[in-house]
């Protein structure tokens, strides 16, 4: 049996209270593809460090210059709260998610995998950082017990 594909236009990581984890809602406003990732504590205390990394190693040189010129590509949209479905019960829990850097345009592939779904979206630097800055920002980081500059 084949995973089922998804081409990811909007993210919206919100803390989930209930279960202890962070909610990637994935393309809320397309009912077809619309889908509810689950990241675990532990799975979110290692993708953090994984991504600082990553960050490091391709994006250096704009991470330490002041980007002011528009992106040519964005990627996906940040989606908003409000907006969300919050009737959505069957979120699928997150496996992994591996990052490809392509030297030729300079954007990160994402591909989050789960059980049964696998979702892409490729962002160029801006985006990415809009994406990992909200994650830290979601992580509910005086209830897992570290600290907020992790």
Known sequence: MSKKQIKIQTITPRYDEIEDRIRL???????????????????VLKLLPSIDEYMLKVYYKEMNQDTTT???HKGARIGNHNALKLYQENAELLLGIQFSFMEKNKLTQLKFNTKYTEATVTLNYESFMSIVTL???TTPNFDWGISPDF
């Open 135 to 137: 994650i830290r920002a």
């Open 70 to 72: 528009p992106a040519k």
């Open 25 to 43: 809602s994935l393309n809320h406003e397309d009912t077809e593809n619309c889908i509810d990732f689950m990241m675990t504590r532990r799975f």
